[in-house]
Structures are given as C-alpha cells and as structure tokens.
C-alpha cells in the first residue's frame, strides 16, 4: 500500500482532525445536556464541568486544525491549474492531476465544485468560530449552566449548528475526494 503526501494531509484533514471532532461531539452534547439538578448531585456537576471545559477545548482545537489543513495543506492541491496546453474543457487522464478543473470539466461533476467545494472552503469556518464561543461558554459559565437552561440551550444550539456545519462538509469532502481524489 503506498500512500502519497497529499493523500495522507488529506486523511489527517478530514480522518483525523475532522473525525476527531465529529465522534467527540457526542460527548460533548451529552455532558452539556447533562447539566441539570435533577440528574447530577453538585459533586457531579463539578466532576463534568471540568472534564467538559477541557473536552470543549480539545474539540475546539480539532475542528480549527481541520478548517486550517484543509485551506492551508490540501485546498492548494485541489486547486492548482493546469498548464495552458491541457484541454479544461475535457475530463481527461491529465486533468484528473488537477481536481476542480476536472470536475469542472463536466455539466455532471461540476457541482461538487460549484457548491461542494464552496461550502468547504467558506461555510466549513463557521463551524470552528461556534466551537470556539461554546468552549468559551462552558469556561464562562461553569457550574452555573446546571441551574441556568437558557444559556445551556444557547450553547447546545450553536454545538448542534457547529455539528451540522462541519458534519455536511465532511459529506461533501467525502464526496469530493470520491469524485476526484488527489492523487
């Protein structure tokens, strides 16, 4: 098995960074739902509030390295152009070494480019910047998030936002990468 440069930043984007972050959030949702009185004595809520302050963090940080590798590390592959001697008009073996112009080649690919790859490369942020504001609220409020629901539910909501975001990108990278892999 022989696995080029670019294929293993992309597995480290979206099977390790990404992964991490999309299995973790259930962790997450369920400490944060948890957070109530009548499920948790207040030595629980301690005990969760802290293991879930630092789980907060831990995902945060995956999801910002997944966004950051696959802009910084993978989308420059993915985007590079072809010389001017190669037909962009025409999905042939030479324009599979240059994926979006590949899929643009074609009425029948080109919308993983036109809203897959769109998404990825601007909608994909948002998730890290809801990630970010609910590791900040777990740190901000605590212990408090047990006997205030509202803030609880505001932080859920933004956590399930972020999930959906990074969860339909990861889709629509694996879709992508099916498509036109980067060889």
């Known amino acids: ?9 992309t597995l480290i984007h979206g099977m390790g960074f990404g992964a991490l972050f999309l299995l973790a959030f259930a962790g997450g949702l369920a400490g944060l739902y948890s957070l109530r009185p009548q499920l948790v004595t207040e ?3 301690t005990e969760r509030v802290s293991r879930l302050r630092w789980g ?14 696959g802009t910084y590390v993978v989308y420059p ?7 001017e001697t190669v037909d962009r008009t025409v999905q042939s073996e030479t324009l599979t070494e240059y994926p979006r112009y590949w899929l643009l080649a074609s009425e029948e690919t080109a919308q993983y480019h036109e809203f897959g790859m769109e998404w990825k490369e601007h909608v994909a942020w948002i998730s890290p910047l809801l ?12 212990k408090e ?11 859920i909501a933004m956590f399930l936002l972020s999930f959906a975001v990074a969860g ?16």
């Open 1 to 9: 098995m022989n696995i080029t440069d670019r294929e293993l930043w």
């Open 43 to 45: 030595a629980g809520v």
């Open 56 to 69: 907060m963090v831990v995902m945060a940080v995956c999801v910002w390295l997944t966004v950051i590798v």
């Open 77 to 83: 592959w993915y985007r590079a152009a072809p010389p």
């Open 131 to 142: 990630a970010t504001v609910v590791a900040f609220g777990v740190f901000r409020y605590g």
């Open 145 to 155: 998030l047990s006997t205030r629901p509202q803030a609880r539910r505001i932080l």
């Open 168 to 183: 339909i990108a990861g889709v629509l990278g694996a879709l992508i990468t099916k498509a036109s892999p980067l060889t």
